[in-house]
C-alpha cells in the first residue's frame, strides 16, 4: 500500500464461502496501521533528510546545521548541544513541542555549545519538574543562546534560581520571547530568567513578556533598543539608586521593579543616550525626561509639553494644573493618591490664549480629588475654557462643596465652557451641588463626552450633544432651553442610561443617539367634590360623573400646557374594557 491521492479504501465482493471474520478484522487493522504509517507527514529534516525523533536529528547535526521541525511534535528527551552550533525552527507558525517526559530539561549547552530556537511554543507539564536541583534552560560559562518568536508555557520549576538559568560570560539574545503560567515552588522567586554572572551579554528586542533576575554580579545593562512598546518585563534586582539596566530606551512602562518598595525603573537621559535606572521613588516623577519634584506643582510648571508625570505620594495643591498651553497627563502610580484642593482652582485651562499658541491640554488618571468641604468653594473645581482640553479617567471627587463667587453663582463643579472634557469613570462621593444644578455642565460650542461608570448629573447648554459611547452607568440629564426633535446623546440610543429631569420631556432612539420629545402628562389624583368620583382604570384616572348630577373636578397643570378632554355620555364599570371607539378629544377653553 502505497500514498495516493484519495483515501484507502477496502472493496468486498460477493463470495460464496465462509469468512473468518476474527482473521478479517485483525487484516483491516494491519492495512490501516500500515496506510497511516506511509501517509503520515514528516515531522524533522536537516536539509532533505526526514529523522524519526528531534533526538535523532540532534545525534546526527554537525556544526552549522538547521533542523526543521514541519508539526507539532511531543520530545522526551533534552535539546543538547555540545561543542557546537546548531539551530532548530519551526518551519511556519503554530509548530508546539510538548515536554512528553517532564524529568528531562527542555535546553542544556555544554563547551561553548550556540542554540538558536526559532518559531516555537514549548508545553510544558505543570505536574512535574525536570530533575531536581536542575533549570529548564541551563546556560553554562561561554554559551550562546538565541531566541526568536519562541514561548514556553506551563512548566513546573522546583528549582530556586530560575526556569532559565545564565551563568558568565554568556550571549544571550531575547526576540519576541514569552515566558507564562510557570508554576513555581512555594516562597521561590518567580524567575523566570535568572543572569547569575559578570560577562554575559543580553540583548532583548520586539515584543517581549517575562520576569528577569539580575544578580548583583550581573554585567549590566541589558541590549532594549529594540524592544516593542508592548512588551512588559518584571525586575528582580537589589542594586541601588542610579543603576542602568537597560540601554537604549528610556520608555518606563516597559519593565517594572518587582522585588523593592521604595525603588523605582525611571529613565535617564543624557542628550542623546537613553536608558532605564534604578531610582529611589521620588514624590513626583517625569516620565518622559526623568526629572523627580516634591510636588506635583513644580512638575506641572517645569514640564515640556508631551510630558507623562507620576504621582507617588499624596499631594496638596497651591494653584492649579494646566493653564500653560501644554499637553501633560498626570497618573497616579497606585489607584487612590489623594489631590487636595489648597487654592481655588484644580484646574483651569486656558485654552489658546492667541494666535500660533497651542491650546492646554491636560489628563489625570487615578486620582482622588480631595475637597475638604471648604465651603469657601469660589470657583468651578475643573473650568475647561476656550480650546484646550481636559480628559479625567478613574477620577473620584471627594467632599467637594458648591458655594458662590461674589454675585456670580457657580452652577456645577465642573464646567466645559469650550474645548473638550472627557469623563471615564468618573465618580462624585460625599459632594454637594445647590438644588436643580448638576455635577457636570457642558455650555454652547463645547464637547462634552462620559463613558464607563459614570453615575452623576449633567447639564448642557441648547445645540450640545453629549457623546456617550461605551457608558455603563446612569446620568441625570438637564437640557437648557429644551427644542423637540434635538439630539441631546450621540453614541448610545439606550434611554435606560439617561434620566431626563426636564418637565414635559422625554427621550427617544433616534439614529445613533436620543433626541428630545414632547411627553405626554398624565393628571393624577384629582379631587372630585359633589355627586362625583375619580376612578384609576386601564392606567389612566377617570372622572366619574353620575346622569344629572353636578361635581367639581380640581386638579394642578403645569404653566403653559395645553388641557385637553371627552366626555362619554354611558354607564362605566371599572374593569371592563369598551369596543366603542373614543370620542374625540376637545380642548379645554384657554381662559
Given at each position: 500500500v502505497g500514498p495516493r491521492a484519495d483515501p484507502p479504501r477496502l472493496i468486498f465482493?460477493?463470495?460464496?464461502?465462509?469468512?473468518?471474520?476474527?482473521?478479517?478484522?485483525?487484516?483491516?487493522?494491519?492495512?490501516?496501521?500500515?496506510?497511516?504509517?506511509?501517509?503520515?507527514?514528516?515531522?524533522?529534516?536537516?536539509?532533505d533528510t526526514e529523522y524519526t525523533t528531534l533526538s535523532e536529528a540532534l545525534t546526527a547535526a554537525v556544526d552549522n546545521d538547521v533542523i526543521t521541525i514541519k508539526r507539532s511534535i511531543a520530545i522526551g528527551a533534552t535539546i543538547g548541544v555540545d561543542a557546537k552550533t546548531l539551530t532548530v525552527r519551526g518551519d511556519g507558525d503554530g509548530i508546539v513541542i510538548t515536554q512528553a517526559d517532564a524529568s528531562k530539561s527542555i535546553v542544556s549547552l555544554k563547551n561553548s555549545g550556540s542554540l538558536t530556537l526559532e518559531n516555537l511554543t514549548f508545553e510544558g507539564n505543570p505536574e512535574s519538574d525536570a530533575t531536581p536541583g536542575a533549570n529548564h534552560i541551563y546556560c553554562p560559562k561561554g554559551s550562546t543562546l538565541n531566541l526568536n518568536h519562541v514561548a514556553f508555557h506551563g512548566f513546573k520549576v522546583s528549582v530556586a534560581n530560575g526556569f532559565m538559568r545564565v551563568l558568565a560570560d554568556c550571549t544571550v539574545s531575547l526576540t519576541d520571547v514569552s515566558i507564562s503560567g510557570n508554576i513555581y515552588?512555594?516562597?521561590?522567586?518567580?524567575?523566570?530568567?535568572?543572569?547569575?554572572?559578570?560577562?554575559?551579554?543580553?540583548?532583548?528586542?520586539?515584543?517581549?513578556?517575562?520576569?528577569?533576575?539580575?544578580?548583583?554580579?550581573?554585567?549590566?545593562?541589558?541590549?532594549?533598543?529594540?524592544?516593542?512598546?508592548?512588551?512588559?518585563?518584571?525586575?528582580?534586582?537589589?542594586?541601588?539608586?542610579g543603576t542602568e539596566i537597560i540601554s537604549g530606551t528610556s520608555d518606563m512602562q516597559l519593565a517594572t521593579l518587582l522585588d523593592a518598595d521604595d525603588r523605582i525603573i525611571a529613565p535617564k537621559i543624557d542628550g542623546e543616550t537613553r536608558a532605564l535606572q534604578i531610582l529611589k521613588k521620588p514624590a513626583v516623577l517625569n516620565a518622559t525626561d526623568g526629572s523627580t519634584y516634591s510636588t506635583i506643582n513644580a512638575a506641572n510648571n517645569n514640564a515640556a509639553s508631551g510630558s507623562r508625570i507620576i504621582v507617588y505620594t499624596d499631594q496638596s495643591l497651591t494653584t492649579y494644573l494646566g493653564g500653560n498651553s501644554k499637553t501633560l497627563s498626570f497618573e497616579a502610580a497606585t489607584t487612590g493618591i489623594t489631590l487636595t484642593r489648597a487654592a481655588d482652582r484644580l484646574i483651569v485651562n486656558n485654552g489658546k490664549a492667541a494666535d500660533g499658541v497651542d491650546p492646554t491640554c491636560i489628563s489625570l488618571k487615578g486620582f482622588v480629588i480631595d475637597g475638604s468641604q471648604q465651603t469657601e468653594q469660589t470657583s468651578y473645581l475643573i473650568d475647561v475654557r476656550m480650546d484646550g482640553s481636559v480628559e479625567l479617567h478613574d477620577i473620584t471627587f471627594s467632599r467637594v462643596m458648591h458655594a458662590e463667587k461674589d454675585t456670580e453663582l457657580h452652577t456645577s463643579l465642573v464646567r466645559c465652557g469650550a474645548g473638550s472634557l472627557l469623563l471615564d469613570n468618573v465618580k462624585f462621593e460625599d459632594c454637594t451641588v445647590d438644588d436643580g444644578y448638576s455635577y457636570v455642565i457642558a455650555n454652547t460650542g463645547s464637547a462634552c463626552a462620559v463613558t464607563g461608570d459614570c453615575n452623576f448629573s449633567v447639564q448642557i447648554s441648547k445645540g450640545v450633544s453629549l457623546a456617550a459611547d461605551g457608558l455603563s452607568g446612569v446620568i441625570d440629564l438637564n437640557v437648557l432651553s429644551p427644542e423637540a426633535g434635538a439630539q441631546v446623546v450621540t453614541g448610545c440610543d439606550d434611554t435606560d442610561r439617561f434620566r431626563l429631569t426636564n418637565d414635559g420631556w422625554m427621550l427617544t432612539a433616534t439614529d445613533g443617539g436620543l433626541s428630545l420629545a414632547e411627553a405626554p402628562l398624565t393628571i393624577a389624583d384629582p379631587t372630585v367634590t359633589g355627586d362625583g368620583d375619580s376612578k384609576h382604570y386601564a392606567g389612566t384616572d377617570l372622572i366619574y360623573i353620575p346622569a344629572g348630577a353636578e361635581a367639581t373636578v380640581t386638579f394642578d397643570i403645569p404653566a403653559g400646557a395645553t388641557l385637553e378632554y371627552y366626555f362619554e355620555p354611558r354607564n362605566f364599570t371599572p374593569g371592563v374594557r369598551r369596543a366603542a371607539a373614543v370620542p374625540e378629544w376637545q380642548e379645554y377653553p384657554a381662559d
Open positions: 465482493h460477493h463470495f460464496r464461502f465462509a469468512i473468518d471474520m476474527n482473521h478479517l478484522y485483525k487484516s483491516i487493522l494491519l492495512c490501516m496501521s500500515l496506510c497511516a504509517a506511509t501517509t503520515a507527514p514528516a515531522q524533522v529534516f536537516i536539509g515552588a512555594e516562597n521561590s522567586p518567580a524567575w523566570d530568567i535568572n543572569i547569575v554572572n559578570a560577562g554575559s551579554t543580553v540583548t532583548m528586542a520586539g515584543k517581549c513578556a517575562f520576569n528577569i533576575n539580575i544578580n548583583n554580579n550581573a554585567t549590566l545593562p541589558f541590549d532594549g533598543k529594540n524592544l516593542a512598546a508592548d512588551s512588559r518585563i518584571g525586575v528582580y534586582c537589589s542594586k541601588g539608586s
